[in-house]
């Protein structure tokens, strides 16, 4: 069998599922039946690779097995009815290869028209590696181009890179970067496996050297394990490919680890197709000896001057046999290599702990890569624990935007209920609890990345939180300060509710009538300062109990402002209604002293206006102004205030009742006129012993009249002026002369004058006008019963003599006959019952009455022509 087959039909058994488009040139339409039969074919191969004498032959009767396509399509996931569960969880495990940097250099992008996945999309749906933290290793495999590298890797790992199909002739596989995570169910490790574009590829031409480099140090910045692919015949040979290969590697290394160095990296030494001849010790002997030279060779930088590669690196070295001669060796010393990678407890367990990058936790491990590449790629100096902090930075950022969304769901409860201008209860504990589950959230993942980086944004994380929270406390505070004065007024509410049940806000009962005034029905609060004081200390009370509870634990926050502007607030409303309730206790003080006290007695005194009655209205006034003003200082107590503030309060008050008092007998000088006809008539119409007089022949009507209106007159003098001080009780003010004239005492004190001197002239004027017709009256009736004596005989003749003529019409006329005779029975009847007398005097007293007022309105006439014929207008007319 030529090596021709035996490559193709071990390429065959190889070649992934996993589309490239940069792998084949050639295109090859894959109908399903054919895709199933080579699963078939692989299973069957796998089959085979057991047996180990017949494998051989077997292998080759695959042949006949169409290469696979790489179509531009992701691999079908489909479970064929051949296929195991436990098939199906290796297939699973193989197909997450997927190419992360193209030929052209750049990180591959997703292409969901070509259905090409990145390497980012792959990983995300790979939770079982993202949570591994930094438990996993990386391997890169570097080496010549169509080394084996892939079909090594895929032995080893289960894993579907590309492999070159040899039968169309041998040419570059692997472009660029590719990469799979590989654990297998039987294997507890994961790998990231990185399968790098070979070396001296012939596509690349010039740009090689470059590109080399570029994965080189790529490889070496993420791997802890680094395998060097190489032929068993280019070892010794200075020129050989892996030997500058390596002097890269060496170089990059110098570069790479030149600020901070925290773990050494395996170089592993995968010698190809050897043929035995030459011992592995041999062989590891010489390549020890190109490795010192090439280190001593090394342009150093200064600070590594003296350094030994070991320093560095750690060395192993293995054969594998000619894969097409020695098939079976190979296969078995494939199998050999592969427990290396499966048992991390046994001591030749290749990618031990101590070569892994523990700073690139596996969720970070593509943002890693990204940015490693992206600062490789452009050509700028790779400074790794920059990278590191760079890649911490980053997912820092992520971490941090992550614990903002789980605060923002947990919070927003809370921020609605406060918005909507209510309290939250517990806001600090409450606020306390969904920090420290955001915080959770952060230091879970971040805890693996960078320290100081972690550290940093997590004060800025939870500064963002504080800033929210406390834009939310703020909001808390200003809802607690407008519920602590609704809650005071509730307070304030409750008392005055309670009063006004018990009393009544106006003074009238439902009859009518006044009721008592009280402080209660004033609206007055009792006690004023410990009640006050006691409100405010519940509203205070109340304030801080919330305001603790507000303050997340373990802020510097604090409500002493808004405490302080409370208690400002609270003190000002106190001192309102304080004021409000002096000036309510003033009116009750007022409204006692006058309503209850005052006002009967003084109606009582002016209503009898005795000669006395200032001398009486000053002591009533003394006696109730004292004790009011004791009772008003005595509640003044209550409400702690200064000597002035007290003093200025009881001197309005007396101020008020001299004012009331002044007002008070205005009030009652209104209805001088009506008091002073009665008490003329009191004198003029009744006699002596208070009956109605009868006037007689020898009354002296003018000296009893005029008595009478003198002393009706004196009423005018007596309510004209203010009399409360002793020295006023003898004052008249509105004079009376000796020629029954007045005049205007100008001596006087003009703030206590009550009526004005003009108004008493036009009092007594008017007064004088109406009593008038009084006098007339009486005069009348003593004329008429001077002239009275019975109707004289001749008269009776004259009567009978001039009215014959009368008589006779009257008895000729029915209807004046019958007028006639009802008059006369009307007479009759009134005659026979006595009652002539009285309906005589009764018609004489009307006819009287109504003469005499026609004689008042005669008199009143004349009176006003005179008086418009002596006005200045009609005098200047004349003139
Ligand atoms: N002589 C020999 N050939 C091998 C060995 N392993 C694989 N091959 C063959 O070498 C050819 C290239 O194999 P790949 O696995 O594609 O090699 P590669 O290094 O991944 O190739 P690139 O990715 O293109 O660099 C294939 O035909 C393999 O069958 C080996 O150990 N010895």
Same mark, same amino acid.
């Given at each position: 069998?030529?090596?021709?087959?035996?490559?193709?039909?071990?390429?065959?058994? @190889?070649?992934?599922?996993? #589309?490239?488009?940069?792998?084949?040139?050639?295109?090859?339409?894959?109908?399903?039946?054919?895709?199933?039969?080579?699963?078939?074919?692989?299973?069957?191969?796998?089959?085979?690779?057991?047996?180990?004498?017949?494998?051989?032959?077997?292998?080759?009767?695959?042949?006949?097995?169409?290469?696979?396509?790489? +179509?531009?399509?992701?691999?079908?996931?489909? $479970?064929?009815?051949?296929?195991?569960?436990?098939?199906?969880?290796?297939?699973?495990?193989?197909?997450?290869?997927?190419?992360?940097?193209?030929?052209? /250099?750049?990180?591959?992008?997703?292409?969901?028209?070509?259905?090409?996945?990145?390497?980012?999309?792959?990983? +995300?749906?790979?939770?079982?590696?993202?949570?591994?933290?930094?438990?996993? #290793?990386?391997?890169?495999? $570097?080496?010549?181009?169509?080394?084996?590298?892939?079909?090594?890797?895929?032995?080893?790992?289960?894993?579907?890179?590309?492999?070159?199909?040899?039968?169309?002739?041998?040419?570059? *596989?692997?472009?660029?970067?590719?990469?799979?995570?590989?654990?297998?169910?039987?294997?507890?490790?994961?790998?990231?496996?990185?399968?790098?574009?070979?070396?001296?590829?012939?596509?690349?031409?010039?740009?090689?050297?470059?590109?080399?480099?570029?994965?080189?140090?790529?490889?070496?910045?993420?791997?802890?394990?680094?395998?060097?692919?190489?032929?068993?015949?280019?070892?010794?040979?200075?020129?050989?490919?892996?030997?500058?290969?390596?002097?890269?590697?060496?170089?990059?290394?110098?570069?790479?680890?030149?600020?901070?160095?925290?773990?050494?990296?395996?170089?592993?030494?995968?010698?190809?197709?050897?043929?035995?001849? *030459?011992?592995?010790?041999?062989?590891?002997?010489?390549?020890?000896?190109?490795?010192?030279?090439?280190?001593?060779?090394?342009?150093?930088?200064?600070?590594?001057?003296?350094?030994?590669?070991?320093?560095?690196?750690?060395?192993?070295?293995?054969?594998?046999?000619?894969?097409?001669?020695?098939?079976?060796?190979?296969?078995?010393?494939?199998?050999?290599?592969?427990?290396?990678?499966?048992? +991390?407890?046994?001591?030749?367990?290749?990618?031990?702990?101590?070569?892994?990058?523990?700073?690139?936790? &596996?969720?970070?491990?593509?943002?890693?890569?990204?940015?490693?590449?992206?600062?490789?790629? #452009?050509?700028?100096? $790779?400074?790794?624990?920059?990278?590191?902090?760079?890649? &911490?930075?980053?997912?820092?950022?992520?971490?941090?935007?992550?614990?903002?969304?789980?605060?923002?769901?947990?919070?927003?409860?809370?921020?609605?209920?406060?918005?909507?201008?209510?309290? @939250?209860?517990?806001? /600090?504990?409450?606020?306390?609890?969904?920090?420290?589950?955001?915080?959770?959230?952060?230091?879970?993942?971040? @805890?693996?990345?960078?320290?100081?980086?972690?550290?940093?944004?997590?004060?800025?994380?939870?500064?963002?939180?504080?800033?929210?929270?406390? %834009?939310?406390?703020?909001?808390?505070?200003?809802?607690?300060?407008?519920?602590?004065?609704?809650? %005071?007024?509730?307070?304030?509410?409750?008392?005055?509710?309670?009063?006004?049940?018990?009393?009544?806000?106006?003074?009238?009962?439902?009859?009518?009538?006044?009721?008592?005034?009280?402080?209660?029905?004033?609206?007055?609060?009792?006690?004023?300062?410990?009640?006050?004081?006691?409100?405010?200390?519940? #509203?205070?009370?109340?304030?801080?109990?919330?305001?603790?509870?507000?303050?997340?634990? /373990?802020?510097?926050?604090? %409500?002493?402002?808004?405490?302080?502007?409370?208690?400002?607030?609270?003190?000002?409303?106190?001192?309102?209604?304080?004021?409000?309730?002096?000036?309510?206790?003033?009116?009750?003080?007022?409204?006692?002293?006058?309503?209850?006290?005052?006002?009967?007695?003084?109606?009582?005194?002016?209503?009898?206006?005795?000669?006395?009655?200032?001398?009486?209205?000053?002591?009533?006034?003394?006696? &109730?102004?004292?004790?009011?003003?004791?009772?008003?200082?005595?509640?003044?107590?209550?409400?702690?205030?200064?000597?002035?503030?007290?003093?200025?309060?009881?001197?309005?008050?007396?101020?008020?009742?001299?004012?009331?008092?002044?007002?008070?007998?205005?009030?009652?000088?209104?209805?001088?006129?009506?008091?002073?006809?009665?008490?003329?008539?009191?004198?003029?119409?009744?006699?002596?012993?208070?009956?109605?007089?009868?006037?007689?022949?020898?009354?002296?009507?003018?000296?009893?009249?005029?008595?009478?209106?003198?002393?009706?007159?004196?009423?005018?003098?007596?309510?004209?002026?203010?009399?409360?001080?002793?020295?006023?009780?003898?004052? !008249?003010?509105?004079?009376?002369?000796?020629?029954?004239?007045?005049?205007?005492?100008?001596?006087?004190?003009? !703030?206590?004058?009550?009526?004005?001197?003009?108004?008493?002239?036009?009092?007594?004027?008017?007064?004088?006008?109406?009593?008038?017709?009084?006098?007339? @009256?009486?005069?009348?009736?003593?004329?008429?019963?001077?002239?009275?004596?019975?109707?004289?005989?001749?008269?009776?003749?004259?009567?009978?003599?001039?009215?014959?003529?009368?008589?006779?019409?009257?008895?000729?006329?029915?209807?004046?006959?019958?007028?006639?005779? $009802?008059?006369?029975?009307?007479?009759?009847?009134?005659?026979?019952?006595?009652?002539? /007398?009285?309906?005589?005097? %009764?018609?004489?007293?009307?006819?009287?009455?109504?003469?005499?007022?026609?004689?008042?309105?005669?008199?009143?006439?004349?009176?006003?022509?005179?008086?418009?014929?002596?006005?200045?207008?009609?005098?200047?007319?004349?003139?």
């Amino acid at each position: 069998m030529s090596e021709e087959i035996i490559n193709q039909t071990v390429e065959k058994e @190889q070649q992934p599922i996993l #589309s490239n488009e940069n792998i084949k040139d050639e295109e090859v339409n894959e109908t399903p039946q054919e895709q199933q039969k080579v699963e078939q074919t692989e299973e069957e191969i796998k089959q085979q690779q057991q047996q180990q004498e017949d494998e051989f032959v077997v292998l080759e009767e695959t042949k006949s097995v169409e290469p696979i396509e790489e +179509s531009s399509q992701p691999p079908q996931q489909t $479970l064929t009815p051949q296929e195991t569960p436990e098939q199906k969880t290796q297939e699973h495990e193989y197909q997450d290869i997927v190419q992360f940097i193209d030929h052209k /250099g750049d990180i591959v992008k997703e292409d969901n028209k070509n259905g090409r996945t990145t390497f980012l999309s792959t990983l +995300s749906n790979r939770d079982d590696f993202l949570t591994k933290g930094f438990d996993y #290793s990386v391997i890169s495999i $570097l080496g010549p181009q169509s080394s084996g590298k892939s079909t090594l890797l895929n032995l080893l790992f289960n894993t579907r890179f590309a492999v070159m199909d040899a039968s169309t002739g041998r040419k570059q *596989t692997t472009q660029g970067v590719w990469m799979g995570v590989a654990s297998t169910s039987q294997n507890k490790e994961t790998f990231l496996i990185l399968d790098v574009e070979g070396t001296d590829g012939r596509e690349r031409g010039e740009d090689e050297k470059a590109f080399e480099r570029k994965t080189s140090l790529f490889s070496l910045a993420l791997s802890s394990v680094l395998i060097i692919n190489m032929w068993a015949h280019d070892i010794g040979r200075y020129n050989a490919a892996n030997i500058s290969l390596l002097k890269t590697v060496f170089e990059l290394n110098l570069q790479l680890f030149q600020k901070k160095r925290n773990h050494k990296i395996l170089i592993f030494f995968l010698i190809r197709d050897h043929d035995g001849v *030459t011992p592995l010790e041999r062989l590891k002997a010489t390549l020890m000896e190109d490795i010192s030279k090439l280190w001593t060779d090394l342009q150093k930088p200064e600070e590594f001057e003296g350094t030994r590669e070991s320093d560095f690196f750690d060395f192993e070295f293995t054969t594998l046999p000619h894969k097409i001669y020695s098939p079976s060796a190979f296969l078995g010393q494939v199998e050999q290599l592969k427990q290396r990678f499966s048992d +991390s407890s046994a001591n030749s367990f290749i990618p031990k702990r101590e070569y892994r990058n523990d700073d690139i936790p &596996a969720d970070g491990f593509y943002q890693f890569s990204y940015q490693v590449w992206e600062t490789i790629k #452009s050509n700028r100096d $790779l400074d790794l624990p920059s990278q590191k902090e760079m890649l &911490a930075l980053y997912r820092c950022d992520e971490f941090v935007e992550l614990s903002m969304t789980q605060f923002t769901r947990d919070i927003k409860p809370v921020k609605e209920h406060i918005e909507r201008g209510r309290i @939250q209860e517990q806001f /600090g504990e409450k606020s306390k609890r969904i920090l420290d589950l955001a915080l959770s959230v952060y230091d879970e993942p971040a @805890q693996r990345y960078h320290l100081e980086t972690v550290q940093k944004k997590r004060q800025v994380l939870t500064d963002r939180i504080i800033s929210d929270l406390k %834009y939310l406390f703020d909001k808390q505070m200003e809802r607690l300060n407008e519920n602590t004065l609704v809650f %005071y007024n509730s307070l304030i509410k409750e008392f005055t509710d309670a009063s006004t049940s018990g009393g009544s806000s106006n003074n009238k009962k439902r009859d009518g009538s006044s009721v008592a005034l009280t402080a209660a029905s004033a609206g007055i609060i009792p006690q004023f300062s410990t009640w006050s004081s006691g409100i405010k200390k519940k #509203s205070i009370e109340y304030f801080e109990i919330v305001a603790k509870q507000s303050i997340v634990p /373990g802020s510097d926050w604090s %409500y002493e402002n808004d405490l302080e502007q409370l208690n400002t607030k609270l003190e000002k409303e106190l001192s309102t209604l304080k004021e409000n309730q002096l000036v309510r206790l003033s009116k009750l003080m007022r409204d006692k002293t006058f309503q209850q006290e005052l006002t009967p007695q003084i109606t009582k005194i002016t209503e009898q206006a005795p000669n006395n009655m200032w001398q009486k209205i000053k002591n009533y006034y003394e006696d &109730a102004l004292s004790s009011n003003e004791k009772e008003f200082r005595d509640r003044l107590v209550d409400f702690q205030l200064d000597e002035q503030k007290v003093n200025d309060l009881i001197n309005k008050f007396r101020d008020q009742m001299a004012e009331g008092l002044k007002n008070k007998i205005t009030e009652r000088a209104e209805f001088l006129q009506m008091r002073m006809r009665k008490r003329f008539e009191e004198k003029f119409n009744m006699d002596n012993r208070n009956l109605p007089r009868k006037w007689t022949k020898t009354d002296d009507i003018a000296s009893i009249f005029q008595e009478a209106r003198q002393n009706a007159e004196k009423l005018i003098d007596l309510f004209s002026y203010l009399r409360l001080d002793d020295e006023d009780l003898d004052v !008249s003010f509105f004079k009376r002369l000796d020629n029954d004239e007045h005049e205007e005492n100008t001596m006087v004190n003009s !703030s206590k004058i009550i009526i004005p001197y003009k108004d008493c002239c036009l009092a007594c004027e008017n007064f004088r006008l109406t009593i008038k017709s009084d006098y007339m @009256q009486a005069l009348s009736e003593q004329n008429r019963l001077t002239t009275g004596g019975g109707v004289p005989g001749y008269m009776i003749i004259l009567l009978c003599v001039l009215g014959f003529n009368e008589f006779i019409s009257i008895i000729s006329s029915p209807l004046l006959l019958l007028l006639t005779i $009802l008059l006369g029975g009307v007479g009759f009847v009134l005659f026979k019952l006595g009652l002539a /007398g009285p309906f005589i005097d %009764y018609s004489s007293q009307i006819l009287v009455h109504f003469i005499n007022k026609v004689k008042d309105i005669v008199l009143h006439v004349e009176q006003l022509q005179e008086q418009n014929h002596n006005s200045p207008i009609n005098k200047h007319k004349k003139d």
